[in-house]
């Protein structure tokens, strides 16, 4: 359903009629909100039904980026920790688990980090139709998203791992490698289509030099490990509940924060127990006795400080409104102008736990990305020169001077020549 060209991006509504036969979570309110749009009243210019929904629609779009932000290092975090307590790995991990197991989770964590990037450009392709959704043999055997995909099966009550142990015997993982190896080295599949080989180092194996420690795609992780990672990317608690993630709908601002916000972090392992908790704005980890001096020197007094539940950002939330209000009675007091400590889980990360430091980079509950409009005026007068009557392989090799904006837009810009 298309409502017009906005610049260079046409802004549309797109209905899965697939994913509403299937009943999957979410599909009965985009059916009535389908219905709703085709009535013949919310076609008339006024009152602008569409222009409410799209405006609303991007209202949530900015909500669910951020809490997928928020959701992003704990998948990798999963990751981590499912090869380090995976069975399988014990005799390989053995020699490096002593004084060494710090060196040994940064040497992991690079791998961690492309097996997620892996997930997040294969959700990406599949839901912009890179990746063909339309072929059987990809779509039932080792797509991830759709009515048959690994994310559906993953997240099903009856086959889910961490639900049921029965279907914990490695089908998950097993498919992820799959896909990752089908993508590495593409497939001609005759007059049913194929698919390309990506190239470049997202898809290839690191080669492993002797006497260093084992590479993280050569490490087990475990269907349990894949199912919550794959929850964590597709699925997202909002104020209105869990809500299923559309990739179509991501911009390339939200992509490069997910990407820069994971770089920002540092990998570490935790001798003693701490608490994840927002400090004026700043998620930080500390320890039971760090977070009682802390609130010491706040002058912070009163009941227990609340977790963040509902995953409000303090530095953003002014107000307090409808239940909220009666949970605030027990917030801990704070002498200063400055927000109570809040704790954002009900209990402490347990020592021997992998963590992600959150950095002191770029804000990180946001973007500080530059005004789309401007960018893709410096992009129009820097770049397109530059790749008139070049091939896509010369434009992708020009050295252009990025002022702080993201590649991504850059790229876009290059290729829509």
Not at 11 to 37: K, N, P, Q, V, Y
Not at 90 to 100: I, S
Not at 266 to 272: F, N
């Amino acid at each position: 359903m298309v409502r017009r060209s906005e610049g260079f991006v046409a802004s549309h509504l797109e209905f899965d009629l697939d994913a509403i036969a299937g009943d999957l979570t979410g599909s009965r309110e985009a059916f009535h909100l389908l219905w709703g749009l085709l009535r013949q009243d919310a076609l008339l210019p006024a009152p602008a039904l569409l222009d409410e929904v799209v405006r609303l629609g991007r209202e949530h779009q900015v909500e669910v980026g951020a809490r997928l932000g928020q959701q992003v290092p704990g998948a990798v975090e999963r990751l981590l920790q499912g090869a380090l307590d995976h069975p399988a790995n014990q005799t390989e991990l053995a020699p490096f688990l002593g004084a060494a197991r710090r060196e040994l989770l940064e040497h992991l964590h690079a791998g961690a980090l492309r097996c997620l990037y892996r997930i997040l450009f294969v959700l990406y392709a599949e839901a912009r139709g890179l990746l063909p959704l339309d072929m059987p043999a990809y779509r039932d055997g080792c797509a991830l998203s759709g009515s048959k995909g690994l994310v559906h099966r993953a997240l099903n009550p009856a086959t889910d791992p961490r639900r049921n142990p029965l279907a914990s015997h490695g089908f998950f993982e097993a498919t992820l490698r799959a896909l990752f190896a089908l993508l590495r080295a593409g497939a001609d599949l005759g007059p049913e289509g194929r698919i390309p080989a990506y190239g470049g180092g997202l898809f290839h194996p690191q080669p492993r030099a002797v006497d260093e420690p084992p590479k993280f795609d050569d490490l087990h992780i475990g269907d349990s490990t894949v199912a919550h990672v794959l929850q964590a990317l597709t699925r997202v608690s909002t104020r209105n509940g869990l809500v299923t993630l559309s990739y179509r709908e991501l911009d390339v601002e939200q992509l490069g924060s997910l990407y820069e916000g994971l770089l920002e972090r540092s990998v570490d392992y935790l001798d003693e127990p701490v608490w994840r908790i927002r400090l004026d704005g700043d998620e930080v980890l500390v320890t039971e006795a760090q977070l009682a001096d802390l609130r010491k020197r706040r002058g912070e007094t009163g009941g227990e400080s609340l977790d963040d539940t509902d995953g409000e950002d303090d530095e953003d939330a002014e107000e307090i409104t409808g239940e909220a209000e009666e949970e605030a009675e027990e917030e801990p007091v704070a002498t200063g102008k400055k927000k109570p400590i809040r704790r954002l889980d009900s209990q402490p990360i347990s020592a021997s736990s992998v963590v992600l430091r959150p950095g002191l980079g770029r804000k990180q509950s946001g973007s500080y990305y530059t005004n789309r409009a401007f960018v893709e005026y410096l992009v129009r007068r820097a770049v397109d020169p530059l790749a008139e009557g070049k091939t896509p392989g010369q434009i992708l090799k020009l050295a252009v001077c990025d002022p702080a904006m993201g590649s991504g837009h850059f790229l876009v810009g290059a290729c829509r020549v």
